[in-house]
C-alpha cells in the first residue's frame, strides 16, 4: 500500500512498524491521579479500538481493571512500580474485544474478578464480584467499591476508587450512558439503565 502511495507521488508516507496487529495491541499509559496521592492510578488508551483499562497501584500490589489481551503492558507497568498484579476486575462482558483477564490470572495465579450474571458459563474460571464488595490493598491506600449497574448488560458492575474516580465500563460516559439494546432485551435493559443512573450513580459527585 505504501508502495502504490509513494508510487502516485505522495511523499510523507510510511509503514507502522508492526503492521495493524500491533497497533490493535497498542496500549498508552497516562497518570490519572496526582502524584501526591498514596496510590496511582492509570488509563491505557487503546486507539485502535478506542477502549480504555485501568491499573491501580498502591505500595507493592496493583489491580488492573478491563485488561485487554497485551498483558504484559500491566504487568511491565506494574514491575516499573516495584508492584505486581494481585487482581484483575471486568466491568462487563464486552460485546467488542476479547478480555486478557483469564489470560493475566493464568500467568500471576490471582484471581479475574466479575459480575457472574455476565460471565456465567464461561470456561475459565473467575471469582464473583457482588453488589458493593469492597476490595483493599496491604497498604494503605484507596478503597474499591464495587456498585452493581446493570443496563448495558445485566452484570455491568462499576468500580468507585476511593470515592473519587468511577471506571464504569460502558454504563455512563461523559455526555451519555451505555447502550442497553446490544443483548437483545432493549426494554428490559433499558428500564434497569434508567434505576442506575437515576438511583445509583446519580447521588456521586458530578466530577
Ligand atoms: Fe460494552
Known amino acids: 500500500m505504501a508502495d502504490l502511495l509513494v508510487g502516485n507521488g505522495f511523499k510523507d508516507v510510511g509503514y507502522l512498524r508492526q503492521g495493524i496487529v500491533g497497533w490493535g495491541n497498542l496500549l498508552v499509559p497516562k497518570r490519572i491521579n496526582p502524584e501526591s496521592d498514596n496510590y496511582a492510578l492509570y488509563q491505557f488508551n487503546r486507539p485502535g479500538k478506542a477502549s480504555c483499562s485501568y491499573l491501580l497501584t498502591c505500595g507493592k500490589e496493583a ?3 478491563d485488561p485487554s489481551r497485551n498483558i ?3 504487568i511491565g507497568l506494574a514491575a516499573q512500580r516495584d508492584a505486581t498484579i494481585v487482581r484483575s476486575f471486568e466491568t462487563h462482558r464486552q460485546a467488542d474485544y476479547i478480555s486478557g483477564g483469564p489470560a493475566l490470572a493464568e500467568k ?7 459480575a457472574r450474571s455476565d460471565f456465567e458459563g464461561a470456561d475459565f474460571p473467575f471469582e464473583a464480584v ?3 464488595d ?3 490493598f496491604t497498604a494503605p491506600g484507596p478503597e474499591i ?6 443496563g448495558h448488560t445485566m ?9 473519587k474516580y468511577l471506571l464504569s465500563g460502558d454504563t455512563i460516559f461523559i455526555n451519555t450512558s451505555g447502550r442497553p439494546d446490544l443483548g437483545g432485551k432493549w426494554e428490559q435493559w433499558a428500564r434497569e439503565l434508567y434505576l442506575t443512573l437515576m438511583l445509583r450513580l446519580r447521588g456521586l459527585s458530578d466530577d
Open 130 to 132: 457482588a453488589d458493593n
Open 63 to 65: 489491580m488492573v481493571f
Open 72 to 74: 504484559e503492558a500491566y
Open 134 to 136: 469492597c476490595f483493599s
Open 108 to 114: 500471576t495465579g490471582y484471581a479475574m474478578m466479575a
Open 155 to 163: 452484570g455491568s458492575t462499576c468500580y468507585l476508587i476511593g470515592n
Open 145 to 150: 467499591r464495587a456498585p452493581h449497574t446493570p
